[in-house]
Nanobody, 123 residues
Framework: QVQLVESGGGLVQAGGSLRLSCAASGRTFSEYNMGWFRQAPGKEREFVACISRSGSSTYYAGSVKGRFTISRDNAKNTVYLQMNSLKPEDTAVYYC????????????????WGQGTQVTVSS
């Protein structure tokens, strides 16, 4: 089992940047593919980005590709989401998640979730 704790959210103006972190504890972090998801009020949770166990492969939702970057540091048991050129439509609670068997865009495929961190982008 792995425990996940997100941090780094906040209020930022449109065009600004934020860096989210997700610290993992418990089982070996490098055994898990990791993903970032987000959920805006009244909407379903949606995929943002994912990264493979080694960090050699990444994949992004079309709405964030070119603006967001996912990375991980297995020595620090942490996954990051660098968010640049933020837009008001990026406003949501952002969650990190761990997947022990595969990786991808499907919410239900992920085994463990953090509590989320709020990101608010003002226009």
């Amino acid at each position: 089992q792995v425990q996940l704790v997100e941090s780094g959210g906040g209020l930022v103006q449109a065009g600004g940047s934020l860096r989210l972190s997700c610290a993992a504890s418990g089982r070996t972090f490098s055994e898990y593919n990791m993903g970032w998801f987000r959920q805006a009020p009244g909407k379903e949770r949606e995929f943002v980005a994912c990264i493979s166990r080694s960090g050699s492969s990444t994949y992004y939702a079309g709405s964030v590709k070119g603006r967001f970057t996912i990375s991980r540091d297995n020595a620090k048991n942490t996954v990051y989401l660098q968010m640049n050129s933020l837009k008001p439509e990026d406003t949501a609670v952002y969650y990190c998640a761990a997947d022990s068997t595969g990786w991808g865009t499907i919410v239900d495929k992920y085994d463990y979730w953090g509590q989320g961190t709020q990101v608010t982008v003002s226009s």
